[in-house]
Structure formats: structure tokens, C-alpha cells
């Protein structure tokens, strides 16, 4: 096992961590604001749940790689993008329903009347918000130096939209503790903010994995394949194509025809063309397809289905 397979293992473990983590947070703020009626912890809720979507998409783009490869690029593909479109969905419908409550709570507010939906905030309830709050927050630290350490943008995104969560986490928590001291006005302003918040955070997050979402060229396959040429063994490099962005995570696929004299040492020429990439265009993950020189009697386009060239992932 490589070093660089090793660091995308690593990167898909701290990955599950955070989302089942942040799942679990999730539950329970979604429990703590029923439970209080707490129409701001609702709100906030959908924070956490754009934080879990952001940590899965990541998730589902490393482990992409371990997928066969076919007709696409790995990355982002049909499942991703419907994943994005229900959740776009279910985002609208709970944040127009939030709005037509508060509207509710403060009409009657207004007029003296009892509340549609009253609020119960207790210590207890409170209590369990704060543990929500440090669990996300050493979840956040865990991300970033992991993040660091195993020099992962994608995990720094998550980590860095886990610990904003945290901050607006602490909005609310003033906000509770407002409505234990009967300031009910305060919750219903924080949910109208979270509200409107929550569709920028949104769109942050889909900014952020919408060049995986769609099929484009990251870098020039000429350029990528010059690099493939320059390393020892390699004569012939063929049918690339490359996905996301340069600086943040590129994917990249390539076949390629060894001369026969270096069959055993496949690995580390692969190894060494996305060391060369890396050097140069930042975080990549490559897929090789190899073949031997001796096999391509036809042209590299005639060869698909007829030599069953090797695989290897960097």
C-alpha cells in the first residue's frame, strides 16, 4: 500500500467520523428544539443538516475512487446531484414553513394572545445544547488539523462549515437562555435570521462541490500527458481526462503503455507521475489503465476491448 493510498484512507475514515458525529448532532438538536418549541434551535437545525450534506458529498467523492472505473471521471455523478436537488427541496419547504410559524408567533405576540407553538426552554434542554455544542466544536478542531496534517481541502472545507455551525450554535444558546428569562421576541428574530442564513450557507456548499457536480476538463490532457512521458518507462500515454479544481482536488484518469522491460516496477511509475502532478497542480487522485508496448500492435483508440490493460490506482 502506497503512502498516497494510505493519506485518502485516512481522509475517508476522518470523513465518516464527522458525518455520523454530525448526524448525531443533528438528532438531537431537532429533539432539543420539538421538545422546546424553540423555533430558532429549528432553524439552526438546518445548519447542522447542510454541514452533514457538505462532510457526505466529500465523503462520496474519495470514496468514488474505489469504484470501478467506466464511462465517467470519478467524483461527483447522477446519485450526487439528486442527493443536492432533494435537499435544495427539502430546504425550501422547511424554511418557508419556519417563516409562516414565526410569522404566527409573532402576530399573536403582538396581539397578547397565547402563542401557536409556546415555548418550554429548561435547563435540562439547555444543558444538552451546550454538550451538542462542545461535541461539534472538538469535532471542528479535529477536522482542521487533520485537515493540516493530511493536507485534504475537502476536509478542511467540512471542518471549517462544522465549526460555523458551532458559532451560530451559540447565537441560539443566548437565545434559549433569553426565552428562560420570558424574552420570547429574541428566538423569533434568531429563527427569521438562521432562516435567510441558511440559504446563503447552502449556496456556499454548493459553490464550493458544484465544479465536481458537473463534467469539465480541470487540466489540459496534453500538459498531463507530457508529465506522464517524462517519467522513465512510459511510452505512450492516451485517453485522459481530468475533473475538479486545480489547487483544491483534481481527479484524473490515463492510460498508459510501459515498455515491456519495466513490468515490475508498474506501481512506482504510477506513483511517481502523480507525485509529478501533485508537484504542479496541487492535490490530485489519479486511476491508471497500463498496458505493455508489446500489446499495442494497433492504434490506441482499436486497443479498448481487445489487450485488457491493467488498472492501478495512485
Known amino acids: 500500500m502506497t503512502e498516497v493510498t494510505q493519506r485518502y ?25 420539538w421538545t422546546t418549541r424553540s423555533l430558532s434551535v429549528l432553524a439552526e437545525s438546518l445548519h447542522t443538516l447542510i454541514s452533514s450534506f457538505s462532510t457526505l458529498l466529500s465523503l462520496l467523492t474519495t470514496s468514488a475512487t474505489d469504484r470501478p472505473m467506466g464511462r465517467e471521471i470519478y467524483g461527483h455523478g447522477k446519485r450526487e446531484t439528486v442527493l443536492t436537488l432533494l435537499l435544495a427541496g427539502f430546504l425550501g419547504f422547511a424554511c418557508i414553513n419556519l417563516l409562516w410559524m414565526t410569522a404566527n408567533q409573532f402576530i399573536a405576540a403582538n396581539d397578547g394572545a397565547n402563542l401557536p407553538f409556546p415555548i418550554n426552554a429548561s435547563l435540562p434542554l439547555i444543558g444538552v445544547l451546550v454538550m451538542m455544542i462542545a461535541t ?61 442564513l441558511a440559504v446563503f450557507s447552502n449556496w456556499q456548499v454548493l459553490n464550493w462541490h458544484l465544479p465536481q457536480l458537473v463534467q469539465q476538463s480541470a487540466i489540459a490532457p496534453d500538459v498531463l500527458a507530457q508529465i506522464a512521458r517524462h517519467v522513465g518507462g512510459v511510452t505512450h500515454c492516451y485517453r485522459i481526462r481530468s475533473k475538479g479544481i486545480v489547487g483544491r482536488m483534481v481527479y484524473v484518469q490515463m492510460y498508459l503503455i510501459l515498455h515491456p522491460d519495466f513490468r515490475e516496477v508498474t506501481a512506482t511509475i504510477a506513483e511517481r507521475i502523480e507525485i509529478a502532478i501533485q508537484e504542479r497542480f496541487g492535490p490530485v487522485k489519479v486511476t491508471f489503465y497500463i498496458e505493455e508496448d508489446v500489446l499495442m500492435q494497433q492504434p490506441p483508440s482499436d486497443s479498448r476491448g481487445r489487450n485488457n490493460p491493467g488498472n492501478y490506482q495512485g
Open 9 to 33: 484512507r485516512a481522509i475517508r475514515l476522518v470523513l465518516l467520523i464527522m458525518l455520523w458525529l454530525t448526524l448525531f448532532v443533528l438528532s438531537v438538536k431537532v429533539s432539543v428544539g
Open 136 to 196: 461539534s466544536l472538538g469535532l471542528a478542531f479535529l477536522g482542521l488539523y487533520e485537515a493540516r496534517m493530511l493536507n485534504s481541502p475537502s476536509l478542511r472545507f467540512s471542518a471549517g462549515q462544522i465549526l460555523k455551525d458551532v458559532g451560530l450554535s451559540l447565537l441560539v444558546l443566548g437565545g434559549l437562555a433569553a426565552v428562560f428569562w420570558d424574552v420570547i421576541w429574541l428566538d423569533l428574530l434568531l429563527a427569521i435570521l438562521l432562516v435567510i
